[in-house]
Nanobody, 113 residues
Framework: QLQLVESVGDLVQPGESLRLSCVAS???????MGWYREAPGKRRELVAA???????DYADAVKGRFTISKDNSKNTLYLQMNSLKPEDTAVYYC????????WGQGTQVTVTS
């Protein structure tokens, strides 16, 4: 297992964009990774997945707005979030696609006008 450190979140207005990053303590090259979020009063959910083969998958709520990617040379996973909505407000986490590793502290994203 690797240690994961998410970037600092932000407070943005609806329609704005934000990119999250997640730095791992080792290589992510052969690992299926994911971004999760946990909104107040809701269960943690997988919103984007990136397979080691390049396959991507998105939750319906973010499809077309969010893009998951990674830079293997930097051991970093990214989540580009465009056209943000208030309902995207949550704590965001990275982990393997099935959440195998210890969870990091997450990063708070708040979308509000």
């Amino acid at each position: 297992q690797l240690q994961l450190v998410e970037s600092v979140g932000d407070l943005v207005q609806p329609g704005e964009s934000l990119r999250l990053s997640c730095v791992a303590s080792g290589s992510l090259r052969w690992i299926n990774m994911g971004w999760y979020r946990e909104a107040p009063g809701k269960r943690r959910e997988l919103v984007a997945a990136l397979g080691a083969d390049g396959r991507t998958d998105y939750a319906d709520a973010v499809k077309g707005r969010f893009t998951i990617s990674k830079d293997n040379s930097k051991n970093t996973l990214y989540l580009q979030m465009n056209s943000l909505k208030p309902e995207d407000t949550a704590v965001y986490y990275c982990n393997t696609e099935v959440g195998l590793w210890p969870w990091g502290q997450g990063t708070q994203v708040t979308v509000t006008s």
